[in-house]
């Protein structure tokens, strides 16, 4: 909670992720101690942290690029909820 930033996973390749200019759909989804991570329906990774649970955490979206090209990337409707 001090400003910086936890890698969870390195980068890893999906084909679940569309290129170029076409949209993604991007989810995560924590159960207990466990993170699911989704892209376009297609769970790609998972991560087991004992340290995320508790009040008072925050949630975000970092990209890069591992080319020398410039992203254009744009977050749409970025949702953070509790499910019962």
Excluded: K
């Excluded at 980068?11 to 995560?28: D, K, M």
Aim: charged share 20%.
């Amino acid at each position: 909670m001090d400003g910086t930033w936890t890698t969870l996973l390195d980068w890893t390749f999906s084909s679940a992720i569309q290129q170029g200019t076409a949209s993604n759909h991007l989810r995560v989804v924590r159960e207990g101690e466990d993170l699911s991570m989704y892209a376009n329906g297609t769970q790609v990774a998972t991560y087991y942290e004992r340290s995320f649970l508790g009040s008072g955490r925050a949630a975000g979206v970092r990209v890069y690029s591992r080319n020398a090209a410039p992203v254009d990337v744009r977050f749409d409707n970025f949702h953070v909820s509790c499910v019962p």
